[in-house]
């Protein structure tokens, strides 16, 4: 199991409006000015926005996979090691991350159906 950073930004391209930015050691996505998530091609890792309970459920049930990132504003970010998810399970993860940034009517035009199939 492992996921390509070629199916990880195929992925955050079919959401709406990301906005990127680089730093010199990762980069950082968000929409609308709120941000949802880190990729560090160096490590292999994304850090994705997740509600509190998400995030520790994730990280219980396979620590080898998931990490605590950091907790804040009421959401709880994870580390996701791309060698260890499928890219079924990471789309899932984004979708989520930038669902829970965005606003509502852009979420209602962004189904995660269009997301799954594409």
Not at 72 to 80: A, I, R
Not at 85 to 98: G, H, Q, R, S, T
């Amino acid at each position: 199991m492992t996921v390509r950073v070629e199916e990880f930004e195929r992925v955050l391209g079919e959401l709406a409006e990301v906005e990127r930015s680089e730093a010199r050691d990762y980069s950082a996505f968000g929409v609308r000015g709120k941000r949802f998530g880190y990729f560090w091609p160096r490590t292999r890792t994304v850090g994705l926005k997740q509600t509190i309970s998400e995030q520790l459920a994730l990280v219980a049930e396979r620590p080898d996979v998931f990490e605590v990132q950091f907790t804040m504003g009421g959401f709880g970010w994870v580390v996701v090691y791309l060698d260890g998810i499928d890219a079924d399970e990471l789309a899932e993860l984004l979708y989520e991350a930038w669902r829970l940034s965005a606003p509502e009517e852009l979420v209602a035009e962004v189904p995660f159906t269009r997301i799954a199939r594409a």
